[in-house]
């Protein structure tokens, strides 16, 4: 989602999107189940 309109000629990345912003990580940050699959758990913060 677009949080604001780009200006004539900006560029708009829609084949390889990123999140541009902070890393937080969301209670213990990862957990490792039985099989040792890892799961990561984090919040990214929008930078202004």
């Known amino acids: ?8 000629g900006d560029q708009v990345l829609i084949a390889a999107p990123e999140i541009e ?18 799961g990561l758990a984090f919040t990214v913060e929008e930078r202004n």
């Open 1 to 8: 989602m677009l949080r604001r309109p780009p200006a004539d």
């Open 21 to 38: 912003g902070f890393a937080t990580p969301a209670g213990s940050g990862w957990s490792m189940d039985t099989a040792r699959h890892v």
